[in-house]
């Protein structure tokens, strides 16, 4: 009692948190113990000259540090003072400003160029008041410490002294009404719809987007993809490309497979060419010199052919031993592998591969070994091999393999491109290759490099002007989002179907609500219309559902919920579509024809229906479906990162201000032996249940391999051609155990 007491007397002038402990008690009461263990580990801090203020930081240190595996509980209670804490400083700066309506907040925020003026300009004072009674603050108990203090340290409006002027429901309102600015009928409902789904974390929309729509700059979109091209003005437009992208808080994938090797021709005289690591060294500099939004530098993943003459040196880019004139640390490197180098490795792994320059082979030969794909591209590659007009670079497979795996397990990249698999799933092939994916490799569509036509002297306004004319080509963008499994009943179909129909709209309507820091982007994204959506909460679904990670009933079962999923968000964008009308290139597509079923063997009589309805209906959206790391915004969720297994089931994360508790999602005794270890589990499981995803994504997926020190460099090997065994398109990072490698946090969605 004395403890009691004392923490009495610390807040016997402040009674309103008095009543909140009571309904903390209530929702807790077999965690909390009638806050004898919160007073006993709060009294440790206390001091009484502190101000009512700094006690409430302890309580919540208190809880924080009351977090374990045996009682994950105290990380929600965590996240319930701290949500006390910031309402009451919020309702100061309210009343500060004189705000008493969500209406007054709008005008107030767009007054000063917090919010866009674009919400006061397509809604009324009468529209925005009915929705203010859609905010449900009870939603906000739905969050733990660690998403909540995310979510208000860097989502939620603050002022530039750094006082948050919007709660975490306001925020989510905010985005639901720029999602559905531009809605012709029904406006309102889909208001609501959009903040439902977001507000009880059922689907988590890109970093961008949370973070950009409702404000002035909304750029919404994660991801973006371009061709080098082999001249000198082509390379500095990209790089002046990625610059404007990373400026807006965009990542950057980057296809250097059409650049020159070392030792090649320019304009005729022999081994001038500088090659391609010079040219990424560039945009390894770019990414530091221009920072996403003061936040974090920028981030670009560079993508190489494995046939490329450059490739040793390239897969020595993070390398720590070798010449550092050679090296780029900040990129991020990825290897495109045609079909036949992954038979070799298999069949023939004491056999020679043959490295080449691009250029020399369009020069000799009139066509470009990288503009095909499958067999038309092996016997390229062999007619090249054969011609001794063409300059090699010859090394032993095993020797590439080497390289490859040395790299991945000291850096944890070079990430995998299985282009034969991309391309010969690609619904849009009618239209283009697809060279690379992106920062986080969960995305493939149509590119086409950027050309330049001419470039001429004008008179504009009586002023000399020079002007250079570009054909824009196909600069890809990602809009990304995903579901949140373990926060559906993903074994009701009609509310996978809701679910996803809501969030297919709205990454549909962000292609007509962004900003685009580049104007290929644009074009490119009005034509194809792209969007990504994709999944978290993986690890988090199966446990609930008492399924191990290791069993033949996760490939099963996984493959019944993306089989839903898939199924949805077709039929989705086919209604769209009816009503909107369809994107530009549907015409001749796999969509159109009835060729994506058919390679998918999607031929049951439902699935037949659907063919059909595509058919008469059209396709609002080239691409769909694509599954991103989600790294923070999952971590916002409460929810398992994107499609990984757990680190640990608990760990403590060291942060600027305090060590910050990581719980498996709802652990409890009936969830705790599902969560095992990502390092533990038979990698081979994460492979297989990809191969199994794989048939219902029409792009690609962010998956991870997680090796041992006992991982051998045949074992390695035999992941990699599982993978492209199982029909994989591509693998994120190896993540080696004593290796730590950064998260994006750009393509998180």
């Not at 949370?210 to 061709?227: E, T, V």
Request: hydrophobic fraction near 40%.
């Amino acid at each position: 009692m004395g403890n009691r007491k004392k923490m009495i007397e610390t807040f016997e002038k402040f009674t309103e948190i008095a009543s909140y402990m009571e309904a903390i008690q209530k929702d807790f009461p077999e965690d909390i113990y009638y806050l004898g263990i919160l007073e006993d580990k709060f009294l440790t801090f206390q001091k009484p000259e502190l101000s009512i203020e700094e006690n409430l930081q302890l309580l919540i240190k208190a809880a924080v540090e009351l977090t374990t595996q045996e009682a994950p509980k105290w990380e929600m209670i965590a996240a319930r003072l701290l949500l006390f804490t910031f309402e009451r400083e919020l309702r100061k700066a309210e009343e500060s400003c004189q705000i008493t309506t969500l209406y007054e907040k709008i005008v107030y925020l767009t007054g000063r160029g917090l919010y866009g003026q674009y919400i006061l300009e397509n809604y009324t004072k009468e529209e925005i008041d009915e929705f203010e009674t859609f905010l449900a603050p009870e939603r906000n108990d739905l969050f733990t410490y660690s998403g909540l203090e995310l979510l208000l340290n860097r989502y939620v409006i603050h002022t530039g002294q750094g006082v948050a002027l919007e709660s975490p429901q306001e925020m989510f309102l905010g985005i639901a009404m720029h999602l559905a600015m531009k809605e012709q009928k029904d406006r309102a409902p889909w208001v609501k719809r959009f903040y439902d789904m977001l507000s009880k974390l059922q689907v988590t929309m890109a970093t961008p987007t949370l973070s950009n729509a409702r404000k002035p700059y909304h750029q919404l979109s994660s991801c973006f993809i371009d061709i080098v091209p082999d001249s000198l003005n082509g390379i500095y437009r990209s790089i002046d490309n990625f610059a404007k992208v990373s400026k807006f808080g965009g990542g950057m994938g980057m296809y250097f497979g059409k650049v020159r090797a070392s030792g090649s021709a320019i304009r005729g005289f022999e081994g001038a060419a500088g090659g391609v690591i010079r040219w990424i060294r560039l945009a390894n500099d770019t990414a530091v010199a221009v920072d996403q939004l003061g936040v974090r530098q920028g981030a670009v993943a560079v993508y190489l052919d494995v046939w490329h003459r450059d490739l040793p040196e390239f897969l020595n880019l993070r390398t720590n031993n070798g010449d550092d004139r050679m090296k780029a640390h900040d990129v991020f490197p990825a290897v495109c592998y045609p079909d036949y180098f992954w038979e070799q490795a298999r069949d023939n792994i004491e056999g020679d591969w043959y490295l080449m320059c691009p250029h020399e082979i369009l020069t000799v030969k009139g066509y470009a070994l990288e503009d095909c794909y499958g067999e038309a591209w092996k016997e390229k590659y062999l007619d090249c091999v054969q011609d001794d007009q063409i300059k090699k670079r010859v090394v032993p497979i095993k020797d590439i393999i080497r390289l490859i795996i040395k790299s991945a397990v000291e850096t944890g990249t070079p990430f995998t491109f299985n282009r034969d698999h991309v391309n010969r799933m690609n619904p849009n092939g009618h239209k283009g290759m697809i060279y690379c994916s992106n920062l986080c490799t969960e995305i493939a569509q149509n590119m086409s490099g950027i050309e330049e036509v001419e470039e001429r002297v004008e008179t504009v306004n009586g002023e000399t002007v020079v002007v250079t004319v570009t054909k824009p080509g196909e600069f890809v963008v990602c809009n990304l989002a995903s579901l949140s499994l373990g926060h559906l009943n993903v074994e009701d179909g009609e509310e996978i179907a809701d679910i996803t129909k809501c969030a297919v709209r709205a990454l549909d309507n962000v292609i007509d609500l962004n900003f685009f820091p580049v104007p290929y982007a644009k074009i490119n994204n009005e034509k194809y219309r792209p969007i990504g959506l994709g999944v978290s909460g993986y690890h988090h679904m199966l446990a609930k559902q008492g399924i191990s990670w290791e069993s033949e009933q996760h490939l099963q079962f996984v493959g019944d919920v993306f089989s839903k999923i898939h199924y949805a968000a077709i039929e989705a964008s086919s209604e769209i579509a009816k009503e909107k009308g369809s994107y530009t290139y549907f015409e001749g597509s796999d969509w159109q024809t009835g060729k994506y079923f058919d390679k998918r063997h999607l031929k049951t009589e439902k699935w037949n229906q659907l063919r059909e309805k595509v058919k008469q209906q059209g396709l609002r959206n080239a691409y769909l479906l694509a599954i991103a790391p989600t790294s923070s915004t999952s971590i916002i969720a409460g929810t398992s990162a994107g499609l990984d297994p757990i680190m640990n089931r608990y760990f403590l994360e060291e942060k600027k201000n305090g060590l910050m508790p990581r719980v498996a999602p709802e652990l409890s005794m009936e969830t705790f032996w599902y969560y095992k270890n990502a390092h533990y589990i038979d990698q081979k499981w994460s492979v297989r249940a990809c191969g199994v995803r794989q048939r219902h994504i029409d792009q690609a997926q962010s998956m991870n391999l997680y090796i041992t020190n006992e991982y051998t460099f045949r074992k390695v090997l035999d992941l990699y051609i599982l993978a492209w065994e199982e029909g994989v398109k591509t693998i994120y990072y190896i993540r080696s155990k004593s290796l730590e490698v950064e998260e994006c946090e750009v393509c998180s969605s």
